[in-house]
C-alpha cells in the first residue's frame, strides 16, 4: 500500500506575482541534483518543528564546477503556496538573505561539479511560525537570478490526524485507486468556523504534482473534524518504484537495454 503524508495546512518574491503558486523547481540547466530532507531522515520531507531542534539539509549540486556566490533566502506562502501577505519580521528572525558557506568539489568524477548545502533553520536565519515555506536559490546576492526555488514545512502539533488508506468506495476506482480518510481530533484547541477557516492538503508520497488541496470536512462533531470522501481524495494505486540494476553503465544488466 502506498504511503500517503497528510497535513492540517496551516499557514512566496521572487520575480513572480503574489498570485502565482510557488513549486519545488529548478531554474538554470547548471543546477544537477536538489536535495532537501530533515537531517537524519534522507528520504522524508523536508519537515521541521518549531519548537524542536531538528533541521532540514538543503544540498545542491553545480555542474560547472566552480565556485559561485549562491545565496538563499525562506519566505512563508499560504496554504496555497502563493505569497503572503505577513511582512517578513513576523515570521522570520535573523537575515533576511544569506550566503552559502560550505561547498566541496568534485573529485575524480567524469561530470566536475560543486556541492553546495546548508542546514536550516540556523543561527543566521531562524523560523518563527508554523506553516508552509519556500526557500530560494539565487546568484550575487540578486533574487533578479533565480537558480531554483524548493518547499519546506514548519510544524507546530495542535491537533491529532488519525488517517487511513482504503480501497475506494467507488466502484469504477476500487481496483485501481487508494481512497485516504481521516479524522483531526483538536480537543482543548478551539477550532470556530471550521468549514471556513480550516483547509487540509493531502499529498501522495510527498508528490506536489497531484496534490489534493483545499480539503473542508465533510462533518464536524465532538471536537473532530470529519474528512471522508468518495472521489475527492483519491490518488492512483500504481507501482511508483521499479527495481533496476544501474551498478554498472558498461554491462548490459538485468532490466537494462
Not at 497535513?7 to 506575482?17: F, H, M, N
Not at 567524469?110 to 526557500?135: E, F, H, S, W
Amino acid at each position: 500500500m502506498k504511503w500517503i503524508w497528510f497535513c492540517v495546512v496551516g499557514w512566496s518574491w521572487l520575480s513572480l506575482s503574489a498570485q502565482d503558486t510557488l513549486y519545488s523547481k529548478t531554474y538554470v540547466d547548471n543546477i544537477g541534483i536538489v536535495r532537501c530532507h530533515t537531517v537524519g531522515l534522507d528520504l522524508a520531507l523536508p519537515v521541521v518543528s518549531l519548537r524542536g531542534n531538528d533541521q532540514v539539509l538543503l544540498s545542491f549540486d553545480d555542474l560547472d564546477g566552480d565556485a559561485k556566490d549562491y545565496y538563499y533566502t525562506v519566505q512563508l506562502c499560504d496554504h496555497d503556496w502563493t505569497v503572503s501577505e505577513l511582512p517578513t519580521f513576523q515570521y522570520l528572525d535573523g537575515f533576511e538573505s544569506n550566503r552559502f558557506q560550505e561547498f566541496n568539489y568534485s573529485s575524480n568524477t567524469l561530470q566536475p561539479y560543486t556541492n553546495y548545502q546548508v542546514l536550516l533553520p540556523n543561527p543566521d536565519i531562524r523560523l518563527t511560525k508554523a506553516g508552509n515555506y519556500i526557500i530560494k536559490v539565487y546568484l550575487n546576492d540578486n533574487p533578479e537570478e533565480l537558480v531554483f526555488t524548493q518547499r519546506m514545512y514548519v510544524v507546530d502539533n495542535k491537533v491529532q490526524v488519525n488517517g487511513s488508506v482504503i480501497p475506494s468506495n467507488s466502484i469504477r476506482f476500487r481496483k485501481t485507486h487508494q481512497e485516504v480518510d481521516f479524522v483531526v481530533e483538536h480537543q482543548g484547541y478551539p477550532i470556530s468556523n471550521a468549514f471556513q477557516s480550516i483547509e487540509a492538503t493531502v499529498m501522495q508520497n510527498g508528490r506536489e504534482d497531484n496534490a489534493v488541496m483545499g480539503l473542508k470536512p465533510n462533518f464536524v462533531r465532538d471536537q473532530k473534524l470529519i474528512y471522508d470522501y468518495e472521489t475527492e481524495n483519491l490518488f492512483p494505486a500504481l507501482k511508483e518504484f521499479r527495481w533496476v540494476n544501474l551498478q554498472s553503465l558498461i554491462m548490459l544488466d538485468e532490466r537494462i537495454k
